[in-house]
């Protein structure tokens, strides 16, 4: 079965940090990449960050960009999303989904993954 889980989310007082892990199983990792979303209340889901785990590319929403890194872990078919300086509007769920390579256009356009995780809650406190 090819699943996607997030986990790590929590909640954490403003400037604090947050390491978000996605476990993914059922599929070649190598042939993916993984991306990473966020919806806060009463707004549309945006794209945050993305990884090749073919070779290790990045890519960043500018939003996030200084604070948010993303890495893979091939031997653990696991991504990060190591999250700095948490500001009270990063507060959102958080979903990891997964994208065929070779990625082609926009990185973090949604309809290009067809797999998504449940979601992990992160609530940062002012």
């Known amino acids: 079965e090819v699943q996607l889980v997030e986990s790590g989310g929590g909640l954490v007082q403003a400037g604090g940090s947050l390491r978000l892990s996605c476990a993914a199983s059922g599929f070649t990792f190598d042939d993916y990449a993984i991306g990473w979303f966020r919806q806060a209340p009463g707004k549309e889901r945006e794209g945050v960050s993305c990884?090749?785990?073919?070779?290790?590319?990045?890519w960043y929403a500018d939003s996030v960009k200084g604070r948010f890194t993303i890495s893979s872990d091939n031997a653990k078919n696991t991504v990060y999303l190591q999250i700095d300086s948490l500001k009270p509007e990063d507060t959102a769920v958080y979903y990891c989904?997964?994208?065929?390579?070779?990625?082609?256009?926009?990185?973090?356009?949604?309809?290009?993954?067809?797999?998504w995780g449940q979601g992990t809650q992160v609530t940062v406190s002012s």
């Open positions: 990884v090749s785990n073919n070779d290790g590319s990045t």
């Open positions: 989904a997964r994208r065929r390579l070779p990625l082609l256009g926009v990185i973090l356009r949604e309809y290009e993954y067809d797999v």
